[in-house]
């Protein structure tokens, strides 16, 4: 009997770490962590050589980077912004009806394309043979 509540123990304590350890859920209280003695990154940051602003407010982004023509491409599912890497919105498309494949600057619709490589928005017709 002493045998099977070891084996249980020890899978529920597994379990327990794992959830811990692997997702977003916080099991152990602040106070054991001591999650109260990180500081939230406050808005603005700057230093010398960069400045850190909050691009949207959805906590899951996808964000493409373009080595070559140097600019961000971000979609959070409500909007898909072009930023120059210093910053600057070059394009915003709010509620895309479209959709934006990982690592393309192409955004899809049922008839149209979008190239976000160019600096100017523009739509082109296609159609489906």
């Given amino acids: ?15 327990f770490f794992f959830v811990q ?3 977003n859920i916080n099991l152990l209280p602040s106070f ?3 999650k109260n003695d990180y500081k939230y990154l ?5 230093s010398k050589n960069f400045v850190i602003d909050k691009i949207s407010d959805k906590t899951y982004l ?3 980077y373009d080595s070559i023509n140097n600019y961000f491409i971000v979609n959070d599912t409500y909007n898909i912004k072009k930023i120059s890497a210093e910053g600057n919105v070059l394009i915003n ?11 393309t600057h192409y955004v899809f619709t ?9 600096n ?3 739509v082109e017709p296609f159609f489906k043979k």
Avoid at 3 to 12: E, F, G, M, S
Avoid at 42 to 46: A, D, F, K, L, R
Wanted: proline share 6%; with cysteine; charged share 25%.
């Fill in 93 to 103: 498309i709010p509620h895309p009806s479209g959709e934006l494949p990982y690592k």
């Fill in 120 to 122: 100017k928005l523009k």
């Fill in 1 to 15: 009997m002493k045998k099977y509540k070891k084996l249980t123990l020890l899978i529920i304590g597994l379990l």
């Fill in 110 to 118: 049922d008839s149209t394309i979008c190239d976000l490589s160019k």
């Fill in 32 to 34: 054991v962590s001591k």
């Fill in 42 to 46: 406050s808005e603005g940051v700057t």
């Fill in 62 to 64: 996808y964000v493409t």
């Fill in 21 to 23: 350890q692997c997702s």
